[in-house]
């Protein structure tokens, strides 16, 4: 029996159109006094980027973008009057351009229906209140009971401490703390990140695989390339 669903957001939820992180910096430039040039701002950025950001994500670790934001500004002694709540919302804004994945609101329809608790779970710099924001904008947030964002916790996929984590928060938001790990579904598209992830969290492993790759380590407990194959074989078992 499926006690409980963790899932995947970019790709799997929402399909990323864009992804532009220079743009969504310049977003964050064109709020301040703007005392440099914005070309200026960008070289001292990708300095700060490089020490920062990609030296973390090499060892799946996050930093969150207000941090980042906070320092690129005191780095260049830029000023703004927006709040830094504010300020992610804009980065956010201009970072990414998004839509709904094909089926996903069947998807999450099905799991409301049976009452089974739906968590997302994201690797974004990004904190769960920007991308709760994103999905109540999208109009999907009713059918999570948590966001959990890697910028929250400071860990990304397919590191196991996201996963217990998740699963954690499952058992607390459901006061059932006898919930097994292959009781839970973890549904999300990139192979290295959510179905080496998932699996070596112990929890059931859904490949969303739209471009229909080989699962090389045959690790997937199930592999589908849309929605409605997924629910079809949810009911049935």
């Known amino acids: 029996m499926i006690k409980g669903v963790l899932i995947d957001l970019g790709k799997t939820i929402v399909t990323n159109r864009i992804i532009d992180f220079e743009k969504a910096i310049l977003s964050i430039y064109q709020e301040t006094n703007k005392t440099i ?3 200026d701002f960008l070289k001292i950025h990708y300095k700060l980027y490089e020490i920062t950001f990609k030296y973390l994500r090499n060892i799946n670790n996050e930093m969150k973008i207000t941090e980042y934001i906070n320092s690129l500004l005191d780095i260049t002694n830029l000023k703004t009057t927006k709040t830094i709540e504010e ?7 201009n970072l990414v351009d998004e839509e709904l994945v094909d089926g996903v609101i069947e998807l999450l329809q099905y799991f409301n229906l049976c009452k089974i608790p739906v968590i997302a779970v994201s690797n974004s710099c990004v904190s769960s209140r920007a991308l709760m924001k994103e999905l109540e904008e999208l109009n999907v947030l009713k059918y999570f ?6 910028a929250d916790i400071y860990i990304r996929k397919p590191k196991k401490e996201i996963f217990d984590y998740a699963l954690g928060q499952l058992k ?4 059932d703390y006898t ?3 292959d009781e839970v579904l973890f549904i999300g598209n990139d192979y290295q990140c959510d ?4 699996k070596n969290a112990s929890l059931i492993s859904v490949w969303f695989n739209q471009e229909q790759n080989e699962d090389v380590y045959n690790l997937c407990d199930i592999n589908v390339n849309n929605y409605k194959e997924l629910i079809n074989i949810l009911m049935n078992n």
């Open 37 to 39: 040039t914005s070309e």
């Open 87 to 93: 300020l992610e919302d804009i980065f956010q804004k």
């Open 145 to 150: 009971k948590k966001v959990i964002s890697s």
């Open 172 to 175: 607390k938001i459901t006061s």
């Open 179 to 181: 919930i097994k790990n």
């Open 195 to 198: 179905v080496i992830g998932g």
